[in-house]
């Protein structure tokens, strides 16, 4: 199979989608942020001084969802239609699962704004929590869900 951000000469270029239909797409991306017991036990019992993680982590998710084109070359804008972003207190990691959603209907799929999405929720944690616990790990980012468009359905 070959990548279709590269022109014949091998020289990246931005995917043409104007002869691709229009549909309804989704996709569902996931990681989670790894962290002492003592950090995971500040943010559990609202104690981390940056104030609220996860719901300020749930909002940077939202906008991660939507600044894609601009932070990835080669992603096309997309009216995106919803942003759901979770984020999961998790004692057994000890941490936080993270999972985001996007949805458009147009003429291109939101892998890559659901992964977007996690990736800065994780990172806003990581911000968030680093004056306690600057050994977290953030890991697992990776699409759980796609559905729509050509290729069809695919899930992890």
């Known amino acids: 199979m070959a990548f279709t951000h590269f022109d014949q000469k091998g020289d990246a270029h931005m995917v043409d989608v104007s002869d691709k239909a229009v549909t309804s797409r989704i996709a569902t991306a996931a990681g989670f942020v790894k962290m002492a017991k003592a950090t995971f036990d500040l943010i559990a019992d609202g104690r981390a001084k ?69 990736s800065t929720a994780a990172l806003t944690v990581y911000d968030m929590c680093k004056a306690a616990d600057k050994a977290m790990e ?19």
């Open 50 to 118: 940056k104030g609220d993680v996860l719901g300020v982590a749930r909002l940077a998710g939202i906008m991660g969802a939507k600044k894609t084109p601009d932070l990835i070359p080669l992603c096309h804008p997309l009216p995106v239609t919803k942003v759901a972003v979770e984020l999961t207190l998790d004692p057994d990691l000890p941490g936080v699962q993270i999972e985001a959603t996007v949805k458009t209907t147009g003429q291109t799929g939101v892998e890559m704004e659901a992964l977007t999405a996690v």
């Open 138 to 156: 953030i890991g697992g980012v990776h699409v759980t869900l796609k559905d729509g468009g050509k290729s069809g359905r695919y899930e992890a």
